[in-house]
């Protein structure tokens, strides 16, 4: 759990740091921020998926994640429900930097296999590379949103030790296929987050979650079968 915590660590001095540049920042400057996010996010998911789409080995899997777990998502109104409750302790804008910071730290490769290496092999590597990244991007996500941003890193850590507890407890089930489809099904969520902050369309991410499940429901119930 040492990588987590450095992960989570640095999350929190980044946020720290970039909420003291935004009171200095003028509108104008927090405008352009916005949109350097909004490509910055979308890039990243792009990358994700490009990089992990010709390691599938089930092509079709990510769009019945995508659209059964929006389907769950929309039912449960996750986004409203986020939304109604950032909006208790700051402006909307809070609600949409936490989705796409809880994306960004969490829907990753090094973030989600991080755990796993550390679990199995004791292997920091990848979360303290991890670290180093969040800790660039929490100061300028800070920068724009201020520091309610470092609500965050409670949703890194508790995903990464989920992670890391279940990589303990099932080993051999979370294979290198399920991160990638994992990996596949979050880059296109990371994508619409940033197209919902370059203001393109308002893509509700947050209903998109429950995606990240099919494809480990998926691994199991193929996994029970052979």
């Known amino acids: 759990m040492l990588g987590t915590i450095v992960n989570t660590g640095t999350i929190l001095a980044g946020s720290m ?3 003291i ?3 200095g920042i003028k509108e104008e400057y927090q405008g352009a921020l916005f949109t350097a996010m909004g490509l910055a996010a979308t890039g990243l998911g792009i990358n ?4 992990n789409m010709p390691k599938s080995s089930y092509p079709v899997l990510f769009i019945i994640s995508l659209a059964l777990g929006s389907l769950l998502g929309t039912m449960l109104d996750l986004n409203g429900r986020f ?3 950032s909006s208790r302790f700051s402006s909307s804008r809070l609600g949409e930097g936490l ?3 809880i994306l960004l730290y969490c829907i990753g490769t090094l973030s989600i296999l991080g ?3 550390s679990a199995l092999y004791g292997d920091n590597t ?3 590379t991890n670290a180093t990244l969040d ?3 929490s100061m300028v996500l800070a920068a724009t949103y201020g520091v309610g941003m470092a609500l965050a890193a409670g949703m890194l850590f508790a995903w990464q030790g989920s992670i890391y507890l279940c990589a303990m407890l099932l080993g051999n089930f979370m294979t290198s296929d399920m991160m990638t489809e994992i990996s596949i099904t979050g880059g296109f969520l990371i994508a619409s987050s940033g197209i919902s902050i370059l203001g393109i369309k308002d893509c509700k991410t947050l209903n998109m979650l429950p995606s990240l499940l099919i494809p480990v429901l998926w691994f199991a119930v193929t996994g029970f079968f052979q």
């Open 48 to 51: 994700s998926i490009v990089q």
């Open 21 to 23: 540049f935004k009171k």
């Open 17 to 19: 740091i970039g909420s």
């Open 135 to 137: 800790f660039v991007t």
């Open 126 to 128: 990848y979360l303290f």
């Open 115 to 117: 755990p796993v290496q």
């Open 83 to 85: 939304q109604r409750l």
């Open 99 to 101: 989705s796409t910071g």
